[in-house]
């Protein structure tokens, strides 16, 4: 099921959001932003 989600499509094109989830849990030591962030990119076209 996972193989056919456009996950770069997804992050391409919220791109800058991915480069700020990065940073922030870079800052917090912590990586819940960036997964987090993933997560939603992974269930937006499951949405659909």
Known sequence: MFFHLP?????????????DAISKSHQ?????TFIEFMLDMIFAPLKN
Request: aromatic letters at 12%; proline letters at 0%; glycine letters at 6%.
């Open 7 to 19: 996950i770069e499509n997804q992050i391409k094109h919220h791109q800058q959001e991915y480069y």
């Open 28 to 32: 917090e030591g912590s990586s819940t």
